[in-house]
């Protein structure tokens, strides 16, 4: 949907996830270090995926470091990459510094590289199965990744995060007045039938983008995850830009 007012969506405006939301053990590369992807904070949008990654270190680096937590941007197509924003912690867990990408430096993924499994992953998570999701590991372009849950839970694990929550949100515009919110669900609403949103409901909700008043509209009720995924899936084929976001509820912190 394209109104006057409209701003860009908001594709990586997430803030730092406070606790994991479906946690995988992407990669493991020299002196114990290992990379998780938070799969709950993935999305994509025009070949490029965006995620929170946490890299931890087995030593602590000279700087104090003891892991990192970033939000990747992969353009899958282009098999580039590059970071939003980088928060380095220390040994108790305190953020020793933040640092905030200011512009759109793209880097080149290399072959056999940690960055091109953790690539592989952003990029094909959302073409994996649901029974391999449900079993808690999947396999992309020669790559095994797995859910990180003791064996007797991880069942449980996985079926919890993919039938439960977070609770889910498909967003179709952001603009700068609620005037302009509201006529974008009416808008919304002259376009498509009732059957589309039979079930779920439209709201505006008060948001701040670059330190600015915003308002976000938002299509919520989605059973799961991928429910969600479909119906913007849907929207996006019949012409209209959305994006899928966690929202507060179901015990999940909002991003």
Known sequence: MRSEGVVALLLACAATPVSAGDTWLVAQGVNGMTVRSDASTLTCDHGECSIWEETRYSDVRPDGVQSLRDLAVYDCAGDRTRTQMEIKLGVDGRVLKTVKATGESWLA???????????????????????????????????????????????????????????????????????????????????????????????????????????????????????????????????????????????????
Request: hydrophobic share 45%; aromatic share 6%.
């Open 109 to 255: 993924v290399q072959p056999d590289s940690v960055g091109a499994t953790t690539r592989t992953f952003a990029c094909n998570f959302q073409a994996a199965s649901p029974d391999d999701l449900r079993s808690g590991a999947f396999d992309a372009e020669g790559q095994h990744f797995i859910r990180l849950a003791t064996a007797a839970s991880a069942s449980a694990a996985a079926s919890a995060v993919l039938d439960r929550g977070p609770e889910m949100a498909v967003q179709i515009a952001a603009t700068q007045s609620e005037n302009n919110a509201r006529r974008a669900i009416a808008e919304f609403k002259r376009k498509h039938t009732r059957d589309l949103v039979a079930g779920l409901e439209m709201e505006v909700e008060p948001a701040t983008l670059r330190g600015a008043p915003a308002f976000r509209v938002l299509i919520k009720g989605f059973a799961t995850q991928h429910d969600a995924r479909r119906f913007c899936a849907k929207l996006k084929a019949n012409g209209d830009d959305c994006i899928v976001r966690s929202i507060a509820g179901r015990g999940a912190d909002a991003r």
